[in-house]
């Protein structure tokens, strides 16, 4: 296939615009949910053959770094394709103003939202191509990501100027690739629905699995396929910066764990297709491509929040609001779950609203236009927050308050920026714990109180999703990542603890300067949250 689709593409009308000297094209695949100690016992146990062998013979080398938080992919591709972090609070979260609940899976929500990114400056994919983003980094061809499926994407810095033998490929490339997309989809199908059926009956619940079952058919079979293809046919182009993002590991990861083989098995494919563009990379080096393998945040074990409080976490939060005694795990109604999940209804009526996303939720007061602080939610809510201290299963709360925010740890309230409480959170790193929560808590859409469910080395993390595997919160291997790289590109990735610090790299080291707007950014609403995100440094 590579040998007829490089002589049918070069022949097409596409043509990029010549690199600057002393560039090189970029090619970034992103492995996600995958988490540094986790690639490394998936190569182990030689399931990533092929990505083992390039780091052995050391066409690329492995290192580290750490994604910022909330630990999550809406979070990571915001610092990196415009480099605003913090950015985001989580995947899910309220709009005080309204009530309304905003999800990274809605292509409305994810667009509106990269538009205010893309006030800041330029994206990092400009004039190049994009596969499964939540947003587009201002591609000129955006491949299934959300926020252009909204239909308001902003047009493209240069439109790709196809013409017949552009055509040609394309059509190559789609018939061939459909029909082996479509052959897997049908065995992924029956395998889906007998894993379903099994695990439905296993856990008495429904929830995710019809969604599961169409990501593991039509997404990781038909659509990565046709992916995979895709970047061949950028790559023989010489499109100057290509982005993919590998979804089937983290979303098999969310629903079985991620340790399961069900998660374990997709990191097969998932190589597979790594093995097929590095090979077509490696075959074409008059390119100049350097290609960057990365994840964006790793992947733990949960225990969901209902398993062990009887009810999910709206339902608790709404019941300590109006009063009601706790005491001990509630009844667990065998019916729930068959609706959507991630609903903000069930507090509304007692004034309250939570957005749960992995083992990470925000609580917020919605009688109250502005965040309140600690001390104010103290006064105001108290039963509340009384009940989320004391509930083991609930690891850390954050909030606003003092001048880097404040955190409660087993029913003691530090203070972040006081160095003494810093060292006293149970973290293996203080300092870091302490500066992500800060940021957390910096930014405007970020809750009233912000709960997270790491309890400690040698505690199961609790989820506020139904999920058994998650990230998003602080976990240690979900603030673990890696990124594989030629081994002449040499940057101290290990001090990198906020993608931002990636989206600056990659500009300078791959991107024409554009010139970017100067204008201050708002992130706090709150004045101790303004001084808290001034304050906070990389560790």
Request: hydrophobic share 45%; charged share 25%.
């Amino acid at each position: 296939m590579r040998a007829l689709l490089r002589p049918l593409a070069r022949r097409g009308a596409f043509r990029p615009a010549p690199l600057p000297q002393g560039k090189r094209r970029l090619l970034l695949l992103q492995l996600d949910g995958l988490s540094r100690a986790r690639l490394s016992r998936a190569m182990t146990d030689g399931l990533l053959p092929r990505l083992r062998s390039r780091l052995e013979d050391e066409r690329l080398v492995l290192s580290r770094f750490r994604p910022g938080i909330p630990s999550s992919t809406p979070a990571f591709q915001a610092g990196l394709f415009y480099g605003r972090s913090p950015s985001v609070p989580g995947f899910v979260w309220c709009d005080r103003a309204s009530g309304r609940e905003v999800r990274m899976d809605r292509p409305a929500d994810a667009a509106a939202l990269e538009a205010r990114l893309r006030a800041d400056g330029p994206g990092l994919l400009r004039d190049g191509s994009a596969y499964f983003g939540i947003f587009t980094g201002e591609a000129a061809m955006p491949r299934f990501c959300l926020s252009a499926m909204a239909g308001r994407q902003a047009p493209a810095r240069e439109e790709p100027r196809l013409g017949a033998w552009d055509l040609a490929a394309s059509a190559l490339v789609h018939s061939w690739t459909a029909a082996r997309g479509l052959a897997r989809a049908a065995v992924e199908a029956g395998r889906g629905i007998v894993d379903g059926a099994r695990w439905t009956a296993a856990v008495g619940r429904l929830q995710h699995e019809p969604r599961f079952l169409l990501h593991r058919t039509f997404v990781a079979a038909v659509l990565r396929e046709l992916a995979v293809q895709g970047v061949l046919l950028d790559v023989s182009r010489g499109v100057p910066i290509v982005y993919v993002d590998f979804l089937a590991f983290d979303e098999a990861a969310h629903r079985r764990g991620p340790d399961s083989p069900g998660a374990m098995g997709y990191l097969e494919d998932i190589d597979r297709a790594l093995g097929t563009i590095l090979s077509a990379v490696e075959a074409a080096p008059e390119l100049g491509y350097d290609v960057h393998v990365l994840s964006d945040h790793g992947q733990v074990a949960t225990q969901p929040f209902e398993l062990l409080a009887g009810v999910p976490l709206t339902e608790f939060v709404a019941r300590a609001e109006r009063g009601e005694r706790l005491r001990g795990p509630l009844p667990l109604r065998p019916d729930r779950g068959l609706a959507r999940g991630r609903t903000l209804g069930g507090a509304h009526a007692a004034g309250v609203a939570v957005a749960e996303g992995g083992d990470l939720a925000h609580v917020y007061f919605l009688e109250h236009r502005t965040p309140l602080s600690l001390e104010a939610a103290r006064a105001r809510h108290g039963r509340v927050l009384a009940a989320l201290a004391s509930s083991p299963a609930v690891g850390i709360l954050a909030a606003r308050g003092g001048r880097r925010g404040l955190a409660m740890v087993r029913g003691t309230t530090l203070d972040l920026a006081d160095a003494r409480d810093v060292e006293r959170l149970p973290y293996p790193d203080p300092a870091l714990l302490a500066a992500y929560l800060s940021d957390l808590v910096s930014l405007p859409d970020s809750g009233d109180l912000v709960v997270l469910g790491w309890r400690g080395e040698g505690r199961r993390t609790v989820a506020y999703a139904w999920e058994f595997g998650s990230h998003g919160g602080v976990a240690p291997e979900e603030l673990e990542c890696f990124v594989a790289h030629p081994p002449d590109r040499s940057f101290a990735f290990d001090r990198v603890v906020r993608p931002s610090e990636l989206h600056a790299y990659y500009e300078e080291a791959y991107r024409t300067p554009v010139a970017r707007p100067t204008r201050p950014t708002a992130r706090a609403g709150a004045e101790g949250a303004r001084a808290a995100a001034r304050e906070v440094r990389s560790p």
